[in-house]
């Protein structure tokens, strides 16, 4: 989530984007379906390949702060990358919360951190 769009990924449903500004009215802004194979099947008689479909297509998804790119994993295309129209990255400073992300500078911390905090490796050179 990157107040207000939220990114979800639906396995067969590919990535999704919505807004949350109104909160009783979300609005789908983005959508992409990356995954192409037979929708999920399930017959009378419960065969393990029948239960495979169910995990094919998107799982996973990150949003970048400082550029707005967005990734997607796909079980069965591969890695996905995207540029949304008008989100050209995010500062959680800017909604008055912390600008983190899962990819970021890790060892200096985001865009705007004051404090670097130390660690025993940091204090003994590794």
Known sequence: MRWPYVFVSGYLDGLIVFNMMDP??????GHYDTYL?????????????????VFNGTFGVDVR????LIVVSDS????????MEGFQGW????????????????????????????????????
């Open 91 to 126: 500062n959680g400073e800017d909604w008055g919360m912390p600008n983190i992300s899962s990819a970021q500078d890790w060892d200096n911390g985001p865009v705007g951190a004051t404090e670097r905090i130390t660690t025993d490796e940091d204090q003994q050179g590794g």
């Open 65 to 68: 702060n400082e550029d707005g």
């Open 24 to 29: 009783a009215n979300p609005i789908t802004v």
């Open 76 to 83: 069965t295309t591969g890695l996905w990358t995207f540029k």
């Open 37 to 53: 194979g037979d929708q999920n099947r399930m017959s009378t008689v419960r065969l393990m390949s029948d239960f495979n479909h």
